[in-house]
């Protein structure tokens, strides 16, 4: 029978690992080259993975909720039709071909079954590299959950816990004079909620995995640096004019449509140009001043969550590449469809809670970035124009920037004076301006 292993595929570079979070065949199923195979789910990222064969199912051998190591033999497919008894482990047949073989790493070490069963009790991953110095240095599972990670999402990541290991020996050499080493990150101390009272009437509903990334994510960052919000009016007017006057055309030359998002972060990427200080991020004591300005762009999910697509150097790509990009990562995100690259390396965040009719917000910042831009729904309003022939009342397009930035680094007058710039590029799009 010549067959095809499914293997778990390498979905970023950092990546060893995945959970099987859906199948959508199962053993018997007839597939072809595209059909959905299945649902995984990284600490990073969500995709969906198509078959790249024909065939028909022989063999799955992790169900789902599976954690498995990239490379892993996730199935078998026998490529002729033939259904036959296969040994999991039997990969090195001659006719075999494996969809990632070269940059499949050698299965995940076997390490310490408590900190392995957290699994199911946690919302969290550990590497195994971070299980394993856990194992070797006694770190007990309730101690592992109390690490803050700075990791995507705050996983934990080597350095956490080798400060933590480090601050867990000063504290032990000194009980009283509890002295703080230079070297180890602070380790943020999570409060304990007060506890909820369940009525028999309440409903309890389980956190997705994603969900309680987000919220974890969330919690890390208000604790990690002190969030202060500005707000601003822009009158829009001339871009909403120009925008309503072009959309037609627009999408009949370029395919795409084109909605307020891209004007936006074609604003915010000329202000980051200008305020440098905006597009960076806090390490340690040390500023880490940003050379890309890659704007991430908050997309609502079908599911309810939330994720944040990278457009990458924001500042180097006119309208329609920003309308462009700003659509391909919507729809990738709208559909589990984005590669883990394409949410790395955000320098900046932009949320638009105008499409749901919102005005103002304070958006929580998105570690390890240092500002977050939300745009309010832009609405007609009266306002007071000064003309050489005096003040009269017009209908103007207006709305609300509100910017919420780290405290720590950003003062009330630097944050002011990039919203207010940010506003100023908008208030001053080119109503003429050529597509
Ligand atoms: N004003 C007026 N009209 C708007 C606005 C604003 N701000 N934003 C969108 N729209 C219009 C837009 O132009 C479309 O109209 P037509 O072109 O005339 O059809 C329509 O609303 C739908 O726009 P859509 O959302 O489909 O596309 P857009 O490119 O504007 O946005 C997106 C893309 C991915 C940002 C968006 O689809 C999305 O997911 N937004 C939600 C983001 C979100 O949930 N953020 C978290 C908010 S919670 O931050 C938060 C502070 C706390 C509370």
Do not use: C
């Amino acid at each position: 029978m010549a067959s095809f292993n499914i293997v778990m595929p390498k979905l970023g570079e950092s990546i060893q690992e995945g959970t099987i979070t859906k199948w959508f065949v199962k053993e018997g199923d007839t597939i072809e080259e595209d059909d959905m195979l299945f649902e995984v789910a990284t600490d990073k990222v969500d995709s969906e993975i198509p078959s790249p064969v024909d065939g028909v199912i022989t063999k799955i051998n992790y169900p789902e909720d599976s954690l498995v190591a990239v490379g892993e033999v996730l199935a078998v497919v026998s490529l002729d039709g033939e259904v036959e008894e296969t040994e999991p482990e039997a990969t090195d047949s001659k006719d075999e071909k494996e969809a990632t073989t070269s940059d499949a790493p050698a299965k995940a070490e076997t390490t310490d079954a408590s900190v392995d069963d957290s699994r199911k009790l946690s919302n969290r991953f550990y590497s195994p590299l971070v299980k394993t110095i856990a194992k070797e240095e006694n770190v007990s599972l309730d101690e592992l959950e109390s690490i803050e990670g700075s990791g995507v999402g705050g996983r934990v990541q080597k350095k956490d816990i080798m400060a933590y290991l480090e601050s867990r020996d000063n504290s032990a050499a000194q009980p009283v004079a509890k002295t703080e080493s230079k070297s180890a990150a602070p380790v943020v101390e999570k409060k304990a909620a007060p506890p909820v009272s369940i009525g028999a009437n309440d409903t309890v509903v389980e956190m997705d995995r994603v969900r309680k990334l987000i919220a974890d994510h969330m919690v890390m960052s208000k604790q990690v640096s002190p969030h202060v919000t500005s707000v601003v009016e822009a009158d829009v007017t001339d871009l909403v004019i120009w925008r309503n006057k072009n959309k037609d055309v627009f999408q009949k030359k370029y395919g795409d449509k084109i909605t307020f998002m891209p004007i936006f972060t074609e604003a915010v990427a000329a202000a980051l140009a200008e305020f440098p200080m905006l597009n960076s991020s806090v390490s340690g004591d040390k500023i880490v001043m940003k050379k890309d300005i890659n704007v991430g762009i908050a997309v609502a999910k079908p599911d309810g969550n939330l994720i944040v697509p990278v457009i990458k150097n924001a500042e180097q790509r006119n309208l329609v590449g920003l309308t462009k990009e700003l659509n391909r990562l919507a729809n990738a995100a709208r559909n589990n469809k984005l590669d883990p690259a394409e949410i790395q390396g955000g320098t900046f965040t932009i949320t638009n809670f105008g499409s749901f009719g919102n005005i103002i917000g304070t958006p929580i910042i998105n570690q390890p970035q240092v500002a977050i831009l939300a745009t309010g729904i832009i609405e007609k309003k009266p306002a007071v124009l000064e003309t050489p022939s005096g003040d009269v009342i017009a209908i103007r397009h207006k709305m609300y920037l509100s910017l919420s930035y780290d405290h720590r680094i950003i003062d009330g007058a630097l944050g002011g004076a990039f919203l207010r710039r940010i506003a100023d590029h908008l208030e001053q799009f080119d109503i003429n301006r050529a597509i």
